[in-house]
């Protein structure tokens, strides 16, 4: 049982560039969520979905985009990457109380 | 708005022995969730402990234990006999009972563990 995997682990953008970060899970949850982590602070949510089809905005949501066209998938978009950006994303997925997270993927933008 | 407030941004223990590290929270709903999260350095975040705001019983996990103050809006970890390997910043964090609701994360609390 992998649980939730996030690609890539690491990962370097220029100003401007657009990437994708990947969010799977095999656990048929219903609720998940995109975090980031900025060095020294907690995690912040950017955008969650309760179910395939219905996303909706966080805390942070500005400069990204999300959707979710299936349960097991959530894929986070970058449009135009900016330093802010700079960051740890983290997925997570629940059904019950509990939240799985994923390792995490360290985006520079530089 | 919920918030979540870790006031120790970093602690240290030294192996055996018991550490608590605070946590305090702000809502003014009567159903809720509270945890503990552990980020070793690898960045993986892993469930320590949970808490249903309903059940005045402290949540136990082996040698981790709440203590959970809900009038006081106050749920600290304790640690005992502490490991080599409990070293790790720890999260405190708060959900709504409500079903679609989101986690929301404390800054956190680095903890150093010395043999």
């Known amino acids: 049982n992998a649980g939730v995997t996030q690609t890539p682990k690491f990962r370097i953008l220029k100003i401007g560039q657009s990437m994708t970060l990947q969010c799977t899970q095999d656990m048929n949850h219903n609720y998940m969520y995109w975090y980031r982590q900025d060095p020294g602070m907690g995690l912040k949510l950017i955008y969650y979905?309760?179910?395939?089809?219905?996303?909706d905005k966080g805390e942070v949501p500005n400069g990204y985009n999300v959707s979710r066209s299936t349960t097991e998938d959530f894929p986070l978009r970058l449009e135009l990457a900016a330093p802010s950006q700079t960051s740890v994303y983290f997925c997570?997925?629940?059904?019950?109380?509990?939240?799985?997270f994923g390792q995490g993927t360290r985006l520079t933008v530089v | 708005a919920q918030t979540v407030t870790q006031s120790q941004p970093e602690m240290s223990v030294q192996e055996a022995e018991t550490v608590t590290l605070s946590c305090t929270y702000d809502t003014s709903e009567s159903d809720y969730y509270l945890f503990w999260y552990k980020q070793p350095p690898s960045r993986q975040m892993i469930l320590v402990i949970r808490?249903?705001?309903?059940?005045?019983q402290n949540a136990t996990e082996n040698r981790f234990s709440v203590n959970f103050q809900k009038a006081a809006k106050s749920f600290s970890l304790k640690i005992s006999d502490s490991q080599l390997g409990d070293a790790a910043m720890y999260f405190c964090a708060y959900r709504s009972g409500q079903a679609t609701d989101k986690l929301i994360f404390g800054t956190g609390t680095r903890l150093q563990v010395f043999p």
């Open positions: 808490q249903e705001a309903y059940k005045q």
């Open positions: 997570a997925s629940r059904q019950q109380v509990g939240a799985f």
């Open positions: 979905s309760v179910g395939a089809g219905i996303t």
